[in-house]
């Protein structure tokens, strides 16, 4: 599966931002889509997760309550609305697609090119 990101940008603290990450080549039924998170000199982490063909999410404990992980089965699309960012959300921010719910990046085999969000204190 092939994956591209998009909508990063730079936003005010308290603002809002939302990314997509459009797939292509493979039916998505099977899968597990992601958001991960890389800050300069940090590991990737990871954000949230939904699987495709249920709709159940996961995130991690930071965002909750602040981002929204959904997906569009018609667009092949899935989404991550971001509201009240913080400086700390600064980071290079990847799709991934896997067959596995795992919170280590490293088991993620399909990742899109990343997208930047900057958050300004």
């Known amino acids: 599966v092939q994956l591209q990101a998009s909508g990063g940008g730079l936003v005010q603290a308290g603002g809002s931002l939302r990314l997509s990450c459009a797939a292509s080549g493979r039916t998505l039924s099977s899968y597990i889509m992601g958001w991960f998170r890389q800050a300069p000199g940090k590991e990737r982490e990871f954000v949230a997760s939904?699987?495709?063909?249920?709709?159940?999410?996961y995130y991690q404990d930071s965002v909750k309550g602040r981002f929204t992980i959904s997906r569009d089965i018609a667009k092949n699309t899935m989404y991550l609305q971001m509201n009240s960012l913080k400086s700390e959300d600064t980071a290079v921010y990847y799709c991934?697609?896997?067959?596995?719910?795992?919170?280590?990046?490293?088991?993620?085999?399909?990742w899109g090119q990343g997208t930047q969000v900057t958050v300004s204190s």
């Open positions: 991934a697609a896997g067959y596995g719910n795992s919170r280590y990046y490293r088991d993620w085999p399909s």
């Open positions: 939904i699987t495709w063909g249920t709709g159940l999410s």
